[in-house]
């Protein structure tokens, strides 16, 4: 059981869940074979590596090594523990958990009774945009948006009105206290004591996990000036909203982005409101302007090609700029829609229309051209102090081009600006590159995907024993008939096969899907979702499986014997040293004498030795 939770009820969610079905609402999957592959969404790539085996109902990482069941999947990519992913599955494919005996951590609660409060506080904010007097100035904003009242309800929008507490009251007929609304970033403490609504006169834009659940607000003011506050205002930190992680409108756009396979990233809820209500639905924005490797995974994980559409002054560019980076480590094709000066997506599209921006976005720069760009703009050609910083701006990214040929190409745009000749570039550049195998951040990324790969110890003919069993209920029937756990080498897979061997006894089945969530260790987790889907061992005929694992039995009686004889010479090497000539020397070399015997026989057995019998 898992902190109340009945094995028969974890078992049922594990049965009703479809493990394709399930990662394929989180990240695009193409068909290899019996399996699907991916880019995984918990290591930055570029090839993937991410497996699913939908008849095992297992994922499997060959970068991260990350490994799993639905339930160890859930808990990964939500970040929940094991009972809030049980009771997440639970909702998800209609289990009814005995809520008299589901027990979630504090934690989990806690996390739960904010998501509900954050749905109870939306639903609140929209139904103010709708009914309340005090919201005609949101309503007018929207209208001089020219947002319609079906992309009002797409994106769940809504209004806090300006009293100090009327989300506080709403809440407190509810009987919700205020200590929750804190934890949840709905309210602020007073300096006397109470609280008072962190949202007031301003206009909400619920943020949502992939799973369209409310993680936090947007706000933005109706007023300008001073006394109102910032002109944007987000959610704090709380237990189920971090900013980096999460990218606005994502939720809606991903189907957009999977069958297109390219994101749009934008500065703010408008830009994404508007080209959605336009037509353009693979668009998202970055919840402020600095993008993080969360999310950059979290697009990657989407979109094998990224198009950063940010507002055209000098704030947009230095966010562009610090993304551009960010998106390349994580896997992504880069490329930047320059809009024209003083211009943003949602004024573009309201003005000139869905197919000027449409055009733009085709003639988006690749990365390194407007990196280069970029650089050219700051250069004041008059200024040798300016000339050379941009000749070393310019080495740093012609030394992150990876691919020779274009990296010859935009080093001869760079010797043109400069007025310099290609070989005192190159020259510059080689000395830049001595000593450098790749280019920068190249072998970190390789070390960052093989982290975890290395398979934990043990012996090979136990390691294929443990995938046989994994492949055949008639393979556990003839291992466990055969050896005891004890015969296993001491380790982490003398624990799974002492599992399976329970499991058996107590007639339930031996899958992957189901050791998996006999354990915590995530490692162990690597070494049961590889024995699940060994390629090799797939289709394997039944005649050739049971005689494989006949042969690894063998394999490790034969060394079970070894080790014996070792022991045994080792004493009576002793005996012999001592000249302790008595019944317990004549035991133990009637004992050794016995176990070379039967070494011969396995050895003759296997192929191993000689034929004794001539």
Not at 259 to 285: C, H, M, R
Request: charged share 30%.
């Amino acid at each position: 059981m898992a902190q109340g939770i009945p094995e028969q009820i974890i078992d049922e969610i594990r049965q009703r869940c479809d493990m394709a079905g399930l990662v394929g609402e989180y990240l695009a999957l193409e068909k290899r074979g019996k399996s699907l592959l991916g880019l995984c969404p918990f290591h930055s790539e570029k090839t993937p590596s991410f497996t699913v085996s939908p008849d095992k109902q297992l994922f499997h990482c060959f970068g991260c090594g990350a490994s799993g069941n639905v339930f160890n999947f859930i808990m990964k990519i939500e970040n929940l523990e094991f009972p809030e992913a049980v009771r997440f599955l639970a909702r998800r494919t209609g289990v009814q958990i005995p809520e008299t005996r589901a027990a979630l951590s504090e934690t989990g609660r806690l996390k739960e009774q904010i998501l509900a409060l954050n749905r109870l506080a939306a639903d609140f904010f929209a139904g103010q945009l709708r009914n309340s007097p005090a919201a005609k100035k949101a309503a007018a904003y929207l209208a001089g948006r020219g947002i319609e009242g079906s992309s009002v309800e797409l994106f769940d929008l809504g209004y806090a009105p300006p009293g100090w507490q009327s989300l506080g009251d709403f809440a407190k007929k509810k009987g919700i206290e205020g200590e929750l609304l804190l934890k949840a970033g709905l309210v602020s403490p007073r300096q006397s004591s109470g609280y008072y609504d962190r949202f007031r006169d301003r206009l909400l834009f619920p943020i949502c996990n992939l799973s369209g659940e409310v993680v936090g607000f947007g706000a933005r003011a109706l007023e300008e000036g001073d006394r109102s506050g910032p002109k944007y205002l987000n959610s704090p930190e709380t237990p189920v909203f971090e900013k980096g992680t999460y990218l606005y409108g994502l939720h809606l756009a991903r189907r957009e982005i999977r069958l297109s396979k390219t994101a749009i990233i934008v500065e703010g809820y408008t830009d994404v409101i508007t080209a959605f209500q336009a037509g353009i639905k693979n668009i998202v924005a970055s919840l402020g302007t600095a993008l993080t490797p969360a999310q950059g995974r979290l697009i990657r994980s989407q979109a094998e090609k990224v198009i950063i559409a940010y507002d055209a002054d000098s704030a947009g560019e230095a966010a562009a700029w610090r993304g551009l980076k960010i998106l390349q480590d994580s896997g992504c094709l880069v490329e930047v829609a320059v809009l024209p000066e003083g211009s943003d997506p949602d004024g573009l599209i309201r003005q000139r229309g869905a197919a000027y921006f449409e055009d733009i976005l085709s003639r988006a720069q690749p990365l390194n051209r407007y990196r280069l760009a970029v650089l050219k703009k700051r250069c004041d050609p008059s200024s040798e102090e300016s000339r050379r910083r941009f000749l070393e701006e310019s080495l740093t990214v012609l030394r992150e081009i990876p691919n020779l040929v274009e990296r010859e190409i935009y080093l001869k745009g760079v010797a043109e600006e400069l007025g310099v000749s290609e070989g005192a570039v190159r020259r510059e550049l080689q000395r830049k590159l001595k000593g450098q195998k790749s280019y920068p951040g190249h072998n970190l990324q390789l070390k960052d995907q093989n982290k975890g790969t290395d398979q934990l110890k043990a012996n090979p003919a136990e390691k294929m024993l443990l995938s046989l069993m994994m492949q055949s209920e008639e393979a556990v029937e003839i291992v466990s008939g055969s050896l005891e756990a004890a015969d296993f080498q001491e380790g982490p897979l003398r624990q799974v096969v002492e599992t399976i061997f329970q499991l058996k006894e107590e007639g339930r089945p031996v899958s992957g899907e189901l050791l998996v969530d006999c354990f915590s260790d995530n490692a162990i987790h690597r070494m049961i979702a590889t024995a699940s889907t060994d390629p090799s061992l797939q289709d394997l005929e039944s005649k050739m499986l049971l005689r494989m694992t006949g042969d690894c039995i063998e394999r490790i009686n034969r060394e079970k014997l070894a080790r014996q004889q070792e022991l045994q010479q080792k004493e009576l090497k002793e005996i012999d040293k001592k000249k302790e000539y008595n019944d317990y020397a004549k035991k133990i070399l009637q004992e050794h004498l016995q176990v070379i015997k039967r070494l011969k026989g396995a050895s003759y057995r296997s192929g191993g030795g000689e034929n004794l019998h001539g």
